[in-house]
């Protein structure tokens, strides 16, 4: 090849990259919790990267677990616009414009956490034993209660039903999620 050849070659390649910089260069805006976050995509965010990938090993938020990656157990559930989603088969661009809410964003007192908590006492059994799950189900647990504040058993249950917890604690965990119901339905009757 040609020294001419060669540079207009050279140029070709330059202007093809940067053309691909002009079309990744979007940014995301992510509301999560409470605080709003900018991603270049194409440099900050991957097409490929899942929300999960993103709140845990970009922004440290190790709250939530990855357990099978493929959406069969509900270990990464974090909250979009008030719905429990898969943050492993959310894809972080798909989020852009949206909020999320993991269990990080949680107030201490929270009346789903504490309501977990309380349930790892003894004498009530226990919703909680390697507590791999228990994010998850407390942030499934919080979507529900925020959209139904009196859920029946079989409710619970059904709204649970995408979380699986390997130490087979299901029954506390459904008695801490009528027990948090309980507790934020007094907290309204206070207000
Ligand atoms: S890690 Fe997302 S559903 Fe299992
Ligand atoms: S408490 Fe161990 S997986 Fe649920």
Same mark, same amino acid.
């Given at each position: ?57 970009r922004l440290g #938020? ?97 709204? #649970?039903?995408?979380?699986?917890c390997r130490c ?24």
């Amino acid at each position: 090849m040609s020294e001419r050849e060669s540079a207009a070659v050279q140029d070709w390649a330059r202007s093809i990259e940067g053309d691909l910089e002009k079309n990744n260069a979007h940014k995301i805006s992510i509301r999560i919790n409470g605080a709003r976050h900018e991603f270049e995509s194409g440099r900050e965010i991957q097409p490929m990267d899942t929300l999960a990938f993103l709140l845990k090993e970009r922004l440290g #938020l190790t709250g939530l677990k990855v357990a099978c990656d493929e959406g069969a157990c509900g270990a990464c559930t974090v909250i979009m616009d008030g719905q429990a989603i898969l943050s492993c088969m959310t894809l972080a661009v798909e989020v852009d414009g949206h909020d999320i809410l993991t269990i990080e964003g949680l107030e201490n007192d929270d009346p789903v956490v504490r309501s977990f908590a309380e349930q790892c006492e003894p004498g009530y059994g226990t919703a909680m034993q390697c507590g791999f799950c228990t994010p998850g189900f407390v942030m499934a647990a919080k979507a529900v209660l925020d959209e139904n504040p009196n859920p029946t058993t079989a409710e619970i249950k059904e709204a #649970l039903s995408g979380n699986l917890c390997r130490c087979g604690c299901y029954a506390a965990i459904v008695r801490a999620v009528q027990a948090a119901a309980t507790r934020m339905n007094a907290g309204r009757v206070e207000k």
